[in-house]
């Protein structure tokens, strides 16, 4: 393991103590999919006690670069965690809880694939502190499903999302739309399943093809930009639940609390191959790239156009702080009310109208 002491000054008592939510990646997949360009591995087998240790080297380095700071939230990406035996999952949370402050009620979510997890396992995880769980769903059919290259039918997502909330209040579910057969009531009729099973979250993400996967290797016929914002403009009207991110939606308390934390800007520390993270040591914010690595100090200016980029995406939007004021043309944003809603807390968030060109949206606003 590599560390960069350079970058690490002195911690005062009042920055030790500073909160720091934890993202844990687990990169090991029973099989790639067909779209995934994310950190992972075709491994369903992997060492697992070897990957704990080294999971538990990097908690208890950052322990001693932070000190025993508190933990609002713990995410397990991947990959696919629920691969995990449940007694190294167990042996993780211990170790956050030796090394750092895990507050009451903390949120704790695992992501899971539905052939990789039954009740039994389940239960044994949410005995080990989950609460909450993000199942990975993508579509409710068996056509599109092998297009994706999952290695689930529609029926076992049903029976996990079944079993998670018979055992857990807490359930999400991600799909992805946009495929090239899809239409506007296909994601009508995916929306129409969601509220009959009752889901509290769920994550509806635009399928992006990406140039080193299998799918970017066909030539598709992916759906017209025109159709593609159809699609985005009908799931808030049909879905039982509110957009409160610009890809997430849920009922009421049932946002997730650690995406909410990262979006606002509040410091995470990544562990784990792939993982990446912003720390915060004496009021200086630092990238982290996984593995304890320190990469580099960022500037205010950097960390406040992160926070623009992320913020702007929430329904609550990004707080205009002096830094990002001095980031942004708030005089461009003043002058497209269409695009740009100004809050009563000082915070300014992308419209409907804006969120469908909010890339372009950002590159305006930031100087």
């Not at 080297?57 to 939230?73: C, M, Q």
Request: with cysteine.
């Amino acid at each position: 393991m590599f560390f960069v002491a350079v970058f690490y000054p002195h911690c005062n008592m009042n920055i030790m103590n500073a909160v720091h939510n934890i993202y844990i990646h687990v990169p090991f997949c029973i099989s790639k999919c067909n779209y995934c360009a994310f950190f992972s591995h075709a491994c369903a087998a992997p060492d697992w006690e070897s990957y704990a240790e080294k999971i538990i080297r990097e908690i208890k380095h950052w322990h001693d670069v932070l000190g025993r700071v508190s933990v609002p939230t713990i995410f397990f990406g991947g990959g696919t965690p629920s691969l995990l035996p449940t007694q190294i999952f167990a042996k993780i949370i211990n170790a956050i809880c030796e090394n750092f402050n895990l507050l009451d009620g903390a949120e704790i979510t695992i992501e899971a694939n539905p052939k990789t997890i039954d009740a039994a396992r389940l239960r044994e995880f949410c005995d080990a502190g989950v609460n909450r769980v993000s199942i990975g769903v993508q579509s409710f059919d068996d056509e599109k499903l092998r297009f994706l290259g999952r290695a689930h039918s529609a029926d076992d997502a049903r029976r996990l999302i079944d079993i998670a909330m018979s055992q857990i209040r807490n359930v999400s579910a991600d799909f992805i739309y946009g495929l090239p057969s899809d239409s506007v009531d296909d994601v009508m009729k995916t929306c129409d399943e969601i509220n009959r099973i009752g889901l509290p979250h769920c994550s509806m993400y635009e399928l992006t093809v990406e140039p080193r996967t299998p799918l970017g290797q066909m030539n598709l016929n992916m759906p017209s930009n025109e159709t593609m914002a159809e699609m985005y403009i009908t799931i808030p009207k049909v879905l039982n639940l509110q957009r409160y991110e610009i890809s997430n939606y849920a009922a009421h308390g049932f946002e997730c609390k650690h995406n909410q934390n990262v979006w606002d800007g509040a410091p995470y520390i990544g562990i784990g191959d792939g993982a990446a993270g912003r720390i915060l040591i004496n009021n200086v914010w630092y990238e982290e790239m996984g593995e304890g690595k320190l990469f580099k100090p960022l500037s205010h200016s950097e960390r406040a156009i992160e926070r623009v980029i992320t913020g702007m995406r929430t329904r609550r939007g990004v707080l205009v702080d002096d830094m990002v004021k001095k980031i942004i043309d708030i005089e461009f944003a003043k002058s497209n009310p269409d695009m740009i809603e100004f809050k009563s807390d000082n915070r300014i968030c992308a419209t409907d109208a804006g969120c469908l060109v909010l890339d372009k949206l950002i590159e305006r606003l930031v100087k």
